[in-house]
């Protein structure tokens, strides 16, 4: 690093390098567990150990999306050859079984229109897919990634994701050890790539993931489905979902990793993650409560969601941003003002988001008001009689299919 800022204007904008890229990015992955308490101390031993430390360093950008998506990560390391790298538990109470796995190189360059490229790729997902599906893991996870060093072309990105998916799609046949049916247990994959894996002098520092079911059929990305359908779908599969989008997060390094925005000095009072804030309720009471989310800054103001220190009571708060917050948000997002308990969730334009949102608000409400909610809805005799857990998910979907309507179907 030091070597780099003698050689680049490091207070400008200097062009991305690999080394740099995945100095920072490493990094971040081990704050993130830190934050949230997730951080083995097993894991770290192997990081310091030189034959152990590439798998482990995968690993740990696999852990830390799991451990922003709030799971309690157990290290499975050295109990048996049919351990997982990890278990993460979920706050839904399943336990997921994490395997993370990492090409070493390529003896065929990246080419899409090369039969030996393709050839390679998929018997290296066939084999990792068929190891994995060995151990016979239950809530399997496998995580793969390509380390293709290559930059790929914008165009042939879908064109490389569609035939991974495929890969994906044909290894569902293979059978494994001497199991009644012989097929291999269903799994979650995820299969990712980072340039600078693979070649740390790169300068693309381009990034890619798929997340596909295996042998899971009601998770097949390439569906179209109705909304009403892809909701269901969604709440199925809502923990990986949420790990999907975490690891987004991993990704998307900020430029100071205890969110103090760039340009503002240490003893300067920022609008932070955790401070206290005193506010006027509706009613013009006084109150005070603690920054939990600052969830869309835009111009020289921010919407912050404050917790009301006595009771659960939540606001939402537009707060005034100094001239260096608001510059510092403009480039960076909500990052710079600290890190909530998870990645920040646009609802915008996106129906699923919407829903999720729903969910989150009626998850407040009491049962009388979600059943005068769905008033003058025609099925209304039957959904005032769900209980209230059933009713929060009609009450959800229902809103959600009025604010995306006229659109009748979708992907899951």
């Given at each position: 690093?030091?070597?780099?800022?003698?050689?680049?204007?490091?207070?400008?904008?200097p062009r991305?390098?690999?080394?740099?890229?995945?100095f920072?990015?490493?990094?971040?992955?081990l704050?993130?567990?830190?934050?949230?308490?997730?951080?083995p101390?097993?894991?770290?031993?192997?990081?310091?150990?030189?034959?152990?430390?590439?798998?482990?360093?995968?690993?740990?950008?696999?852990?830390?999306?799991?451990?922003?998506?709030?799971?309690?990560?157990?290290?499975?390391?050295?109990?048996?050859?049919?351990?997982?790298?990890?278990?993460?538990?979920?706050?839904?109470?399943r336990?997921?079984?994490?395997?993370?796995?990492?090409?070493?190189?390529?003896?065929?360059?990246?080419?899409?229109?090369?039969?030996?490229?393709?050839?390679?790729?998929?018997?290296?997902?066939?084999d990792?897919?068929?190891?994995?599906?060995?151990?016979?893991?239950?809530?399997?996870?496998?995580?793969?990634?390509?380390?293709?060093?290559?930059?790929i072309?914008?165009?042939?990105q879908l064109?490389?994701?569609?035939?991974?998916?495929?890969?994906?799609?044909?290894?569902?046949?293979?059978?494994?050890g001497k199991?009644?049916?012989?097929l291999?247990?269903?799994?979650y994959v995820?299969?990712?790539?980072?340039?600078?894996?693979?070649d740390?002098?790169?300068?693309?520092?381009?990034?890619?993931?798929?997340l596909?079911?295996?042998?899971?059929?009601?998770?097949?990305t390439?569906?179209?489905?109705?909304?009403?359908?892809?909701m269901?779908?969604?709440?199925?599969?809502?923990?990986?979902?949420?790990?999907?989008?975490?690891?987004?997060?991993?990704?998307?390094v900020?430029?100071?990793?205890?969110?103090?925005?760039?340009?503002?000095?240490e003893?300067?009072?920022?609008?932070?993650?955790?401070?206290?804030?005193?506010?006027?309720?509706?009613?013009?009471?006084?109150?005070?409560?603690?920054?939990?989310?600052?969830?869309?800054p835009?111009?020289?103001?921010?919407?912050?969601?404050?917790?009301?220190?006595?009771?659960e009571e939540?606001?939402?708060?537009?707060?005034?941003?100094?001239?260096?917050?608001?510059?510092?948000?403009?480039?960076?997002?909500?990052?710079?003002?600290?890190?909530?308990?998870?990645?920040?969730r646009?609802?915008?334009?996106?129906?699923?988001?919407?829903?999720?949102?729903?969910?989150?608000?009626?998850?407040?409400?009491?049962?009388?008001?979600?059943?005068?909610?769905?008033q003058?809805?025609?099925?209304?005799?039957?959904?005032?009689?769900?209980?209230s857990?059933?009713?929060?998910i009609?009450?959800?979907?229902?809103?959600?299919?009025?604010?995306?309507?006229?659109?009748?179907?979708?992907?899951?």
């Amino acid at each position: 690093m030091n070597d780099y800022q003698k050689l680049h204007d490091t207070m400008g904008a200097p062009r991305p390098i690999g080394y740099v890229s995945s100095f920072f990015q490493f990094a971040y992955a081990l704050y993130l567990m830190e934050h949230n308490d997730q951080l083995p101390k097993s894991l770290i031993s192997r990081l310091r150990q030189p034959s152990h430390f590439f798998p482990a360093a995968y690993e740990t950008l696999v852990a830390a999306a799991f451990a922003l998506a709030g799971a309690k990560i157990k290290d499975a390391v050295a109990k048996s050859d049919k351990a997982p790298e990890f278990w993460a538990t979920m706050s839904s109470g399943r336990t997921y079984a994490v395997e993370a796995k990492r090409k070493n190189a390529w003896k065929n360059a990246y080419d899409l229109k090369s039969d030996a490229f393709k050839r390679e790729l998929r018997s290296w997902l066939r084999d990792k897919i068929y190891d994995a599906s060995a151990k016979n893991l239950l809530h399997a996870v496998y995580w793969f990634e390509l380390s293709i060093g290559s930059e790929i072309p914008s165009g042939e990105q879908l064109e490389l994701q569609a035939l991974i998916q495929g890969y994906i799609r044909e290894a569902e046949s293979i059978t494994v050890g001497k199991k009644a049916n012989g097929l291999s247990v269903p799994a979650y994959v995820f299969v990712t790539n980072h340039t600078h894996f693979a070649d740390e002098e790169d300068l693309t520092i381009q990034r890619m993931m798929v997340l596909e079911g295996f042998r899971i059929d009601d998770f097949r990305t390439e569906d179209f489905v109705s909304l009403e359908e892809a909701m269901e779908r969604r709440d199925n599969h809502r923990d990986m979902i949420w790990v999907y989008q975490c690891f987004l997060e991993v990704e998307a390094v900020p430029s100071t990793f205890d969110g103090t925005p760039p340009g503002i000095g240490e003893t300067a009072e920022t609008l932070r993650i955790g401070k206290t804030l005193r506010y006027r309720r509706a009613d013009g009471s006084a109150a005070e409560g603690k920054i939990e989310d600052i969830v869309a800054p835009l111009g020289n103001a921010a919407m912050v969601i404050v917790k009301n220190a006595v009771g659960e009571e939540r606001v939402m708060l537009q707060v005034p941003l100094t001239t260096e917050e608001a510059r510092a948000a403009a480039v960076y997002g909500a990052a710079v003002f600290g890190k909530p308990e998870g990645p920040f969730r646009d609802y915008r334009d996106d129906v699923f988001g919407i829903y999720d949102r729903f969910l989150e608000i009626f998850s407040s409400y009491p049962r009388e008001s979600l059943v005068s909610l769905l008033q003058g809805h025609p099925d209304y005799e039957e959904l005032s009689g769900l209980d209230s857990g059933k009713l929060r998910i009609r009450a959800a979907r229902e809103f959600t299919k009025s604010a995306a309507a006229p659109s009748p179907t979708c992907r899951p």
